[in-house]
């Protein structure tokens, strides 16, 4: 039951307790180094619905990852306005997905389980990543030298492959 009511305040943080709480964490936030192992998530509800387990061998990292990428400099050279390439360009990897890429390379040992968003502001997104011991989870299919985040095999490389409609 209290699942529900985590779901519920943060399926709109802004209507509730949510965003005032947020707001003051993101303060240390910034201040923390990119890629932070942290001890507990910070969405319980949603760690748990896609795999997390309060076990030995599960670890939560929180990625932070700037928000930008999506314009490109004016050519020096002269173009016609259709040839410029400066609007309507795209990323082709979604920002979370590059965060689970990020915290599969800081943490070697660890394969990368699922992730989800946690908070943004006008500079930065977070994300928290969870992963698992390698040695825990035999079942994941553990590839020589590449990982899950790498091969598409996660919530977000599934969804930008397009096997998520």
């Known amino acids: 039951m209290a699942y529900k009511y ?19 964490r993101v303060l240390t936030w910034r201040r923390e180094p ?7 998530p910070t969405r319980l509800d949603r760690a748990r619905k896609l795999g997390y ?8 990292a929180r990625v932070r990852v700037r928000r930008s990428g999506f314009r ?4 020096s050279s002269g173009r016609r306005p259709k040839r410029m390439g400066v609007e309507k360009i795209k990323l ?20 990368v389980l699922n992730s989800y968003w946690v908070w ?16 825990l989870m035999p079942e ?16 977000a490389g599934r969804k930008v492959r397009g096997l998520l409609s």
């Open 53 to 60: 387990k309060a076990e030995r061998g599960y670890a939560v």
């Open 72 to 75: 490109k400099p004016r050519p």
């Open 34 to 40: 990119s890629i932070a192992r942290i001890d507990k």
């Open 92 to 111: 082709a990897k979604s920002l979370r997905l590059i965060a689970e890429e990020r915290a599969a390379r800081r943490f070697p040992n660890l394969e």
């Open 6 to 24: 985590l779901h519920d305040a943060w399926t709109r943080p802004e209507d509730s307790y949510v965003k005032e709480f947020m707001q003051q």
């Open 140 to 155: 994941l299919k553990i590839a020589k030298g590449k990982g899950r985040a790498f091969r598409g095999l996660t919530g």
């Open 120 to 135: 943004e502001d006008g500079i930065y997104k977070w994300f928290e990543v969870l992963m698992v011991d390698k040695t």
